[in-house]
């Protein structure tokens, strides 16, 4: 089991977070402050880290991921921030940060990017050849083929494939595949991606004999992992 | 306005320190004016002394005497005094001096001198020249400076009443200013006070001069006007976001009133659940909205401009956005150009305004019509354009569109936040776009052009109107 560490100065909205990830499974820990979330990950070892942007005191959510990453702290930190300015992200990527979410957040948006980042951690580096059930991708030659028959696919269809793919056996939502495979920032406008899904799903499975593709409810898609 | 607070005016101080300036200046130029006429009046006296000797050293000594005895006859006054004596002061002819003999052996020869001497109270002043003749007598020749002096005394007069006249009018004239400007500043004050107090129709008051404190007031008036603009703009988008929130969460209180009474299995509960999160989520998703134009508005954004291919965004979008063209039977083409569109900018804020343009066009354009894309780089021009064949947009509401929350006739019974176009708008400002709508019979075209692409380094085809231009090939969004 996945232990997390909290830090986020409203009580309320940490209590939320704390919540939400515990229903999805993970032990956590909360800090209120800066000091405090630095004491705590120095003296147990997290998995991943919860780290709001802003926190009152002197040592903001950057002061504190400087810290950490100088201290020898590497677990993936994820900001939150009521700042959405591509700038403000960058410039939180760029002190050690592994994600980004602007609030408000859906907290399946945040339990399936902690996913992501957990799972990054523990995968295995540079394949060749993605699997997932009946589903190979050859990353060199950029073929797909299901159940060995050849798909052909538009390039963005292949990107978005291949997200899935990489992701397997995890909920990815619709903005994760936004900014993904379209590669902006902005709002994203969700019936589209589902358009695109759709079309992608049709064409790996056009009798709808092995559907691999499946909508989470209210949150995303998962690609199953197994045949 | 009260009297002591006139000294304190600026017009007023400024007045003064004029007339200081010229007076010191006035009392300089009469101090010179003054010093070159005396010494003009003595040269010319000096002159003369030294004629009269030059002629008289030349004449015989008993001549002389006789000569003399003649002048004093002729010319019994003291304007002009001939008097020879000898070396030890005696008198030996000519003008009667109240002079003693000590005095008289005191002169010095062969320069000119002043001196005075007293009959009665009235005192007298010369200039005189002596001249030791060969006998050994003194010869004197003098002059009355009595008519110079009234001369040099009238001057100096004027110079005096003419200081204490230009003093007087001068701070008259400052007074008359001061109070002037004084007058004005109260009557700004006034308007100041009225608008703190709350009137923010009120203008300040100008006076149709045109002069500095006239161009100051219409910059605030400018000002002022931009204020109760954004006031009242902010005030619309409170009402706005109160009333367009009050129907989602109204529906979702009785939605979950409804569930309360009602309801009676798990499935039927998590069903009503699902249906007030997805409620929320839309009244979030609004939120967000209003905020991320807000955040655009403000210009923070700005700082993340980089170089961004408008062509490349807008192909990103058509291909975005081609299921649902597909989905609807609607053709989307993009229309390719061969250079690229090069501006500074936001490429994802970019991004999201060409698809806001294409989705709303989608949603406006009926089956088997077409929405055209294209972004373009031509003589200084760089933008992209979103062409569809829907009913188009009426020309009274081209404005009206852009603002936030705003619904048309025809679009307010669907679905929608009524943001997008602010947005869009919003996006076009940051960027120093000018968003145009127009018809494209039948149809909307909207175009977002950026002039002035001297950053851009492109745009040497000849200006002309992207969407009829016959250079550019046509193609579906997804080939």
């Not at chain 1, 000091?35 to 002197?58: F, H, N, S």
């Not at chain 1, 592994?98 to 408000?104: E, G, R």
């Not at chain 2, 003064?16 to 010319?44: D, H, K, N, P, V």
């Not at chain 2, 709508?437 to 492109?458: E, F, Y």
Request: aromatic share 6%; glycine share 8%; net charge negative.
């Amino acid at each position: 089991m996945y232990r997390l560490l909290v830090v986020e100065d409203d009580r309320q909205t940490a209590a939320e977070i704390a919540a939400a990830l515990a229903d999805h499974g993970f032990t956590v820990d909360t800090a209120e402050t800066g000091r405090e979330g630095l004491q705590k990950a120095a003296a147990e070892t997290y998995d991943a880290i919860v780290l709001d942007r802003m926190l009152p005191g002197g040592l903001d959510g950057l002061g504190v991921l400087a810290t950490l990453r100088a201290a020898g702290i590497d677990a993936p930190v994820l900001i939150l921030s009521a700042l959405s300015a591509v700038d403000e992200r960058v410039r939180g990527l760029r002190a050690g940060g592994d994600d980004y979410l602007t609030k408000p957040f859906d907290f399946l948006e945040l339990t399936a990017r902690l996913d992501v980042l957990l799972r990054r951690q523990s995968a295995p580096p540079r394949e060749t050849i993605l699997r997932a059930g009946k589903l190979e991708m050859d990353l060199a030659t950029r073929t797909v083929h299901h159940a060995g028959r050849a798909v052909d696919l538009l390039p963005r269809e292949y990107r978005l494939l291949e997200f899935l793919m990489r992701h397997a056996g995890q909920v990815v939502t619709r903005t994760m595949l936004f900014e993904e495979v379209w590669n902006y920032r902005t709002a994203e406008p969700t019936n589209v991606i589902d358009m695109h899904v759709s079309k992608l799903r049709r064409k790996l499975d056009p009798d709808g004999a092995d559907p691999m593709i499946r909508t989470v409810r209210g949150a995303g898609y998962m690609l199953r992992a197994a045949g | 306005m009260r009297l002591v607070d006139l000294p304190r005016t600026t017009s007023f101080q400024l007045a003064l320190r004029f007339l200081l300036l010229f007076g010191a200046a006035s009392i300089a130029l009469c101090g010179f004016l003054y010093w070159q006429t005396t010494y003009y009046i003595e040269a010319g006296i000096d002159d003369w002394l030294s004629h009269e000797q030059a002629v008289l050293a030349v004449v015989q000594s008993s001549t002389l005497v006789k000569r003399l005895e003649a002048h004093v006859v002729a010319d019994p006054t003291l304007e002009r005094p001939l008097t020879l004596f000898t070396a030890d002061g005696t008198r030996l002819a000519g003008t009667h001096l109240a002079m003693t003999a000590a005095e008289l052996t005191a002169v010095p020869m062969d320069s000119p001198f002043r001196f005075v001497f007293h009959q009665g109270a009235h005192p007298f002043v010369f200039r005189g020249l002596a001249h030791r003749r060969p006998d050994g007598d003194v010869l004197l020749v003098a002059r009355d400076m009595e008519p110079s002096h009234k001369f040099v005394e009238v001057l100096t007069h004027a110079f005096i009443i003419g200081g204490l006249a230009t003093t007087f009018l001068g701070l008259t004239g400052a007074a008359v200013v001061g109070f002037d400007a004084m007058r004005r500043l109260d009557g700004v004050t006034r308007s100041i006070q009225r608008i703190v107090g709350g009137d923010l129709s009120e203008r300040l008051p100008t006076h149709g001069r045109a002069d500095d404190l006239d161009r100051l007031v219409l910059v605030i008036n400018g000002m002022l006007g931009a204020l109760e603009r954004l006031m009242q703009e902010v005030k619309g988008v409170c009402d706005n976001v109160a009333h367009d929130l009050r129907t989602p969460l109204t529906r979702l209180l009785a939605g979950l009133e409804r569930t309360r009474r009602h309801t009676a299995t798990a499935e039927d509960y998590a069903a009503a659940i699902d249906d007030a999160i997805l409620e929320t989520r839309d009244v979030l998703k609004t939120f967000a909205a209003i905020l991320r134009i807000s955040e655009v508005e403000s210009g923070a954004r700005r700082a993340g401009f980089t170089d961004t291919d408008l062509c490349e965004v807008v192909a990103d979008a058509a291909e975005l956005f081609e299921p649902m063209a597909e989905a609807k039977g609607v053709r989307l083409l993009l229309a390719s150009s061969d250079s690229p569109a090069l501006m500074r900018g936001d490429p994802s804020l970019l991004f999201e305004a060409v698809g806001n343009l294409i989705e709303n066009a989608l949603k406006f354009t009926p089956q088997g019509g077409c929405v055209t894309v294209l972004g373009f780089a031509r003589a200084g021009t760089v933008g992209f354009e979103v062409v569809d064949t829907g009913p188009g947009i009426q020309a009274d509401e081209r404005d009206a569109v852009l603002r936030r929350f705003y619904r048309g006739e025809t679009s307010r019974h669907t679905e929608g936040s009524g943001l997008g176009l602010a947005l869009v708008a919003a996006v076009a400002r940051l960027h120093g776009m000018e968003l145009t709508i127009r018809d494209a019979l039948p149809g909307c075209r909207i175009t977002l052009v950026r002039h002035d692409g001297a950053d851009s380094g492109i745009g040497k085809q000849p200006p002309a109107d992207p969407a009829n231009s016959n250079d550019i090939a046509m193609k579906p969004a997804a080939e």
